[in-house]
């Protein structure tokens, strides 16, 4: 997870991550609240931090009961009541850690993450490629965007990009989306022109294949590009929908790569839904509206 993910995940564990325990005259311990604090655990184990501390805790009595309370001994409750006030530190503590580190999230801002860089070519020709993807989409005065470099995250290379309209976040999903579908395509012909040439088929029919798989994938470019700048735009301009073209070539080239993008943590539901699922691309349905017969 990038750091900012990191960071919104342990703010809600702060108020979530929570139990209730009450000692009674016969040293029997009563634990309360173990339906939200079995579902904060899970939430907690997705960051895949605090392992140890959280299997200890699957194997305890709060997860052998479905129940929202249960009793246990002397023993084994001060046991208990002990690993889950330490849990809830060390949850506190690292979410002070990525207050101070994961800095703001603007509004209106999307996260990239860059293809794998081996050289400063590949850094300098991606990064390039992604202005060009994200200028000449929304650089406009219908749209009202902008491109500012927020903040870059080691490791895997993901940078925080202000767009500068909620306009121009929209429009930024829907050309994901489009892009992805059209990746989606061309993975597909891949794959049929695989099977074609295992079947011992002469080379001048597969070019001929290669030919009509190209003219169908640039009918689709050109049907997602009109369907987005119908979407987005008012009036015609032709010299548009060619940039949202290109941006759609592009940016599933980059996809292709390893490229992801994604709303930044703080947008609505209705926002994020305009991004595809980065992680299951294969089930993904393009947004044009199918006639029915």
Do not use: C
Not at 47 to 58: C, G, M, P
Not at 198 to 204: A, F, M, R, T, Y
């Amino acid at each position: 997870m990038k750091i900012k993910e990191l960071r919104n995940v342990f703010s809600e564990l702060i108020t979530e991550l929570s139990i209730g325990f009450k000692q009674n005259p016969q040293n029997i311990t009563e634990f309360s609240g173990l339906k939200n604090f079995r579902t904060a655990i899970s939430k907690l184990e997705t960051t895949k931090l605090l392992t140890n501390e959280t299997d200890n805790i699957r194997k305890s009595a709060i997860f052998i009961t479905n129940n929202d309370a249960t009793v246990l001994n002397s023993a084994e409750g001060n046991k208990l009541k002990v690993e889950t006030n330490n849990l809830i530190k060390l949850v506190k503590s690292l979410n002070d850690t990525f207050e101070k580190l994961g800095g703001r999230i603007n509004d209106n801002s999307v996260s990239i993450k860059l293809p794998e860089v081996t050289d400063f070519d590949d850094l300098s020709r991606f990064s390039s490629d992604f202005h060009k993807v994200l200028n000449q989409s929304i650089v406009n005065e219908q749209i009202n965007g902008q491109v500012r470099i927020d903040s870059v995250e080691n490791g895997s290379i993901w940078l925080d990009v202000y767009l500068g309209s909620v306009a121009a976040v929209n429009l930024i999903g829907g050309l994901a989306w489009a892009s992805a579908v059209v990746f989606k395509k061309i993975q597909e012909g891949r794959l049929f022109e695989k099977h074609v040439q295992s079947l011992g088929i002469k080379n001048e029919s597969i070019k001929e294949i290669q030919l009509k798989q190209k003219e169908a994938l640039d009918l689709i470019i050109d049907a997602e590009a009109n369907n987005l700048y119908n979407d987005n735009f008012e009036g015609d301009n032709n010299e548009q929908i060619e940039r949202l073209k290109l941006s759609i070539k592009m940016f599933s080239n980059l996809i292709d790569k390893g490229a992801e993008i994604h709303p930044a943590l703080n947008q609505p539901e209705s926002v994020k839904n305009l991004y595809p699922e980065m992680s299951n691309l294969k089930n993904l349905e393009s947004k044009i509206k199918k006639i029915v017969e």
